[in-house]
Each structure stands twice: as structure tokens, then as C-alpha cells.
């Protein structure tokens, strides 16, 4: 699962993460499981938000795009769990 994820077969086996918590970014998580549910570019295939082709919003959409990523970047999946466990 894109580097997320690491496996290990047998009757002791299962899952673990296979990087550290502080660098895994939320943004790497939905793009492993194919969520653009937070993409808001002609781009992402879903057409939600510009109906694509000529759009006059499309300027504007892609810099919104840009900028939703660079947030969603900006989290970890550390900072998720201790905002879920009310450590920050």
C-alpha cells in the first residue's frame, strides 16, 4: 500500500506500518487508497466541482488544489492520532 503498509505472512503475521507515524502524511494515505474526495481539480476525474474542458474556474480550482495539498501534506498520521487521542 504505497510504502504505508508492511505485511508479514504467517500464523504470528499481520500488519504494521512501514515508516514511523511522524512520516506518514495524510496526503500519502489518500492517495494510496484512491480517495480525491479533497481534489478539486478538473484533474481528479470527478468533474464535482468544474465541469472540465473550458471551465473558467479552472485557474482557480487548481490553485485550490495546490493549496489543499500542501496542507494535507502538512499533516501526519502522528498528528492525527494525538489530535484523536486529545494530546494537542
Partial sequence: MAGI?????GSKGGYILAKNEQQITLNEILSAVEDDSLDPTCASGSHRFCP???CGLRGFFSELGKQ???VISGYTLADIRRQWKGEI
Fill in 5 to 9: 503498509i508492511a505485511s508479514s505472512p
Fill in 52 to 54: 472540465g474542458g473550458s
Fill in 68 to 70: 489543499l495539498n500542501r
